[in-house]
């Protein structure tokens, strides 16, 4: 098999690379990664020195792909399927990839500063950057909220990489900063997002790792 993700189920960021694969039955082998074992975390900044997940290797073209975007925008190009995760339209395109940045950049990336920070030992935690972070949160999901009222999908009528980088930021942030009772249209299109298949799918082989998030 061509491709090989490197990941880990429980990875926000790489849930967004597998709903990618599992939207259009990519094949692909998964090789889960574990940190807590020096050897495999040594092997995986062979590949990738950022020693960030997910990472795609496409052995067909001898690439080494990082990032759930490049990877995303990489799959849509070279192993097209059913679902057109880009658009040929332009200004379509632009559309998925604001959104996609918007997503990752200003929901995605502040949960995981207040996740991170539940890590750190006790003297080593920053309360002021914490509460910066759910706020910066509120304000993007002020702007989800706004954004899909009366839609089903991130851009236009069908699911596109946009809704890939929605299902993960949208998922963790409720469990870090909960917006079911300030926030109905975007509770609603989590609902939505939950209830896709490779979306579904993703959300359910995670589940066996579940107790290693942080409370």
């Not at 379509?92 to 890590?119: A, C, F, N, P």
């Amino acid at each position: 098999m061509s491709l090989t993700l490197h990941y880990h189920p429980l990875s926000s960021f790489c849930w967004k690379a597998l709903i990618a694969l599992y939207e259009n039955d990519t094949p692909f082998t998964p090789h889960l990664v574990n940190f807590g074992d020096p050897a495999q975390a040594a092997a995986f900044r062979q590949l990738w020195p950022v020693g960030k997940f997910p990472v795609l290797r496409d052995e067909r073209s001898n690439l080494t792909i990082p990032e759930s975007t490049v990877i995303i925008e990489y799959l849509d190009r070279h192993y097209p399927g059913r679902t057109r995760l880009l658009s040929d339209d332009r200004d379509t395109e632009r559309q998925i990839r604001l959104t996609d940045r918007i997503y990752d950049l200003h929901l995605h990336m502040h949960m995981q500063k207040v996740v991170g920070d539940r890590l750190r030992p006790e003297g080593k935690r920053d309360p002021h950057g914490v509460e910066d972070a759910k706020t910066r949160m509120r304000t993007t999901l002020d702007i989800v909220e706004r954004d899909m009222q009366g839609k089903t999908w991130a851009v236009g009528d069908r699911f596109t990489m946009a809704d890939c980088a929605a299902a993960p930021a949208l998922y963790y942030a409720n469990l870090v900063l909960p917006f079911a009772e300030t926030h109905g249209n975007a509770t609603a299109y989590l609902d939505r997002l939950l209830r896709h298949p490779s979306v579904a799918r993703t959300v359910r082989e995670a589940e066996p790792y579940r107790h290693m998030f942080p409370r």
